[in-house]
């Protein structure tokens, strides 16, 4: 019977390829070992982003300085907003995690359901992508799951995107309260920015839905009562299943997303057992 290590040794020999990894979205990229890629091998992995928005590779075992080396590769990496942070030796590193060490948490979002999102839509230059690795995992529960802003925003009725032509949406997010499910008002101080809730991608130049339902308060110059009855409409559509890939994790997990086309989303699990993963973020721009 074949071990993990072999298994593992097998796939890094194996020479480079691609298989879909949902009909949503998605792509996992095989023959490959992160501690070690040329320029070539970086190349295709970076041309391979683009057209399936979330790259999975598996089996891989990294430190902070070797996932921030390969994170920083796609471009500047963006600053740890969240303050839970105690782990990291570098700054571009947060972990995510409900381990406790001497009773403080590691990590940060430590346990639960968290509601679909993209990363650091509440600041004027969002992340435009996340990578995480997975180090600890629980037997079930937990995954992360990822929606597909393309395919959201093209399959919306016209009678929608009449409505939210041209216009923006406030996001906010409280670190305290309500980390990962959406709230009721925002408390005065939090991170919050308005960004258009059609964006078009800067590399692809699809438009995708920008707005989710864990960081979007409200439509700009819009009644309150309209704009929380449209954006409920949208969050059900742009969460429908059909849009979303659901990744189960595996220590030696690396996943990248692309924040500019999908949401993503993590499930419940067991609070007693460990989960830990490591994530970098890449500064993006300003949604256009």
Known sequence: METAQQAESANHAAPFGVLPLSDALGAEIVGVDLRDISDDTFARIRD??????????????LDEETLVAFGARFGELGKVLNKHNGRSRLPGVMYISNVREDGQLIGALPDGEMFF???????????????????????????????????????????????????????????DNNATQRG?????????????????????????????????????????????????????????????????????????WDNRCT???RSDFDASERRMMRRVAILGDKPV
């Open 48 to 61: 391979t982003w683009p057209q399936h928005s979330v790259i999975l590779l598996r089996g891989q075992a």
């Open 117 to 175: 999102h993209s990363d650091q839509c509440y600041v004027e230059r969002p992340s435009m992508a996340t990578m995480l690795y997975a180090m600890e995992v629980p037997k079930r529960g937990g995954n992360t799951l990822f929606a597909n802003m393309y395919t959201a925003y093209e399959t919306l009725p016209e009678r929608i995107k009449s409505r939210i032509e041209g216009r923006l949406a406030l996001n906010v997010y409280d670190y």
């Open 184 to 256: 009721s008002e925002p408390r005065e101080g939090i991170p919050s920015f308005a960004h258009p809730i059609v964006r078009v991608h800067p590399a692809t130049r699809r438009k995708a839905l920008y707005v989710n339902r864990l960081m979007t308060h409200h439509i700009l110059d819009m009644p309150r009562d309209e704009s929380e009855a449209l954006l409920n409409e949208i969050f059900d559509h742009q969460e429908r299943p059909e849009f979303v890939y659901e990744h189960v994790w595996t220590p030696g997990d690396v996943l990248l």
């Open 263 to 265: 949401l993503h989303a």
